[in-house]
């Protein structure tokens, strides 16, 4: 009855969700999918999927699996956002089997382990209403709505297929059983599925000793036959792996700080900060109104020291108090315990040191299951009073449908760009990527006609200027005004470009900038934008002569300044040192000496395009690029011989 119940359960989601399938792709959807060539096969051979595979960029180990999909999805229904989030629906739906079966297993565990009686009947209760909760909980709704958050939702359904294995093979230690070796393997296999769609894979040893402790508190079988082999699981998962990373972090600590070299803040301000993150995710799960949720969270007011903003230190003495309460309760109440040490855990890659954005809700897909399953005890706990019970019961049905009703609401606004970032603007209008998304969404209505933009542009230009107010180095409000004014042919306002090149001269180089300024370059071919050449030589000045632009943002923008000097202003010269300029600073990374030789044949210098492109082959450890290197060779050939027989010709 009660996987009937989720059924019924999981069609009521998809319905709620359907209406967001209509919706566009957003901020990362474009880098990663939308303009990210790789992805968009025209077969599947071994060559195209492995291409694709390997092409993602958002992680060190590159996120095949992800990319993989993005590019099925691709092969099967193009660039329709409807069908990738279907897809990402579909996965989230499976997702949330998955957490009923391994509710069904964790309660199996601690009733085998417990001293206290738990009915069958109780433990599928229990594991439903989690499996419903998680879900229709409306803070689960990034991962579906926004296509590229895929990668948590696909690394967190392997990540709960590892766990499933894990607690398996527990239970099979503790009745004394064969056969949970093959099972802990499979979990190792699955961890490894998880890592390669997101690295927040990695953390499945850490959430399955988590729920070890506090669960099954370490017990075996009355002949402890596991117990070797339970030692050795996390000392090859967690112990081994964990030392090893914290060693090459202490003798590389660059591979932190480097990240934080275009952040407005630094480790130990995130680190502070990600203490009152923490706080607010929990505030979302227990209160998810749509005014407080968001695409965007770049509002959230970074903590500068212990006591700016005060909340800094409630919160971390708040932290320390729960984990206290975490370790103390693990025997009397390990619901609690598994609870909070679950949730902290699933944070720890993305709210610790890594100098990533510091607050984003797709971030709570995994975590959130922890306060989940708290959340089903607690309400399927008999209490003395029957009228305290119905109640409680009552409580807990009004809670459910408010999750679904927000879910609803929230699925509506992502069906309309307009809409939805309207909605983001007013629910946060200090943020300021999402006012400038709605100055963008103004300005893109503005290009289809004449009456629209007679209504729509002088809402964009006001929307993007008050976006550019709210941080003194964001920079993209100028970018769209400058595209979108020169698209419908009017003048740009010259004080527009002097305070862009002051900012992108003066001030640290934003999360975002090297994007929005490679579109505005991209645009002068494929939209024709007009842009005065001498102002697209400003702006490309005052991005290379900013100390800050460093790393792989820098050879990205010397690649796109240097397609500009080649295909918009036959600068042959000038393209030529930039993107040897882009390929010298990333030596590990071919694609950009890959350009090189593009560039190359197109002047002619084929002998140096053959040499550019052995040195791109060499580099090419993995074979990403070995159709890219197939077709310059084959290309410098015909170049060759057709020169040849010019040649021949005008002898003879």
Known sequence: MTLLALGACMAVVFLIYLPGLEGQFVFDDYSNIKNHSAIQIEDLSFESLYGAALSGESGPLKRPLSMLSFALNYYANGL?????????????????????FLTILILKGYRATSPRDLSSARIYLVSLIVAALWLAHPLNLTPVLYVVQRMTSLSAGFTLLALILFVMARLWMIDDKRGATPLLALSILSMVLASLAKENGLLFPLLAFVTDATIFRFRLGPKRKGCRLLVGFFALTLTIPAAAALGYIGMHPDWITNGYT?????????????????????????????SRLGLYHDDFLVSHNLFEPITTLLSIVGIVIAITVAFRSIKRMPMVSFAILFFLAGHLME??????????????????????????????????????????????????????????????YWSNPLEHSMQEALNHPDSPRAVA????????????????????????????????????????????????????????NPLWINELTERLLHRPIAAGTVSIANWLIDSQREKNYLVDPVVMDQIIKSVLANPTLG???????????????????????????LIAKAADSQPSRPKYRLHLVALLITIGRYADAEEELRRVADLDHLGILHQDIRKYQALIHDKIQTGRARSNGVSG
């Open 80 to 100: 329709s956002p409807y069908f990738f989030k279907l897809t990402n629906l579909i996965i989230h739906l499976l997702n949330g089997l998955v957490i009923y």
């Open 551 to 577: 790393g792989r943002n820098r050879a990205e923008f010397l690649t796109a300044a240097s397609k500009y000097f080649w295909r918009n202003r036959g600068d042959y010269e000038s393209a030529l040192y």
């Open 437 to 492: 998304t709605l100055g963008a969404v103004y300005g893109e209505l503005a290009t289809l006609s004449e009456d629209n933009e007679e209504r729509y542009y002088p809402l964009a230009c006001r929307t993007l200027l008050h976006a550019a107010e709210l941080r003194d180095n964001f920079t993209i409000p100028y970018f769209k005004l400058i595209g979108i004014t020169n698209e419908i042919g009017r003048l740009t």
């Open 351 to 412: 709210s610790s040191v890594f100098g990533l954005e510091l607050v984003h809700e797709h971030r709570n897909y995994l975590p959130d299951y922890g306060p989940a399953l708290l959340a089903g005890w607690i309400v399927t706990t008999p209490l003395a009073s029957r009228r305290s019970q119905i109640a409680l019961h009552g409580f807990t049905v009004l809670f459910g449908i408010a999750l679904l009703a927000v879910t609803a609401i929230r699925a509506q």
């Open 262 to 290: 275009n952040r407005d803040f630094s480790l130990a301000e995130r680190l502070l900060t990600e203490a009152r993150v923490l706080w607010f995710y929990v505030s979302l799960l227990l209160l998810p109104t749509n």
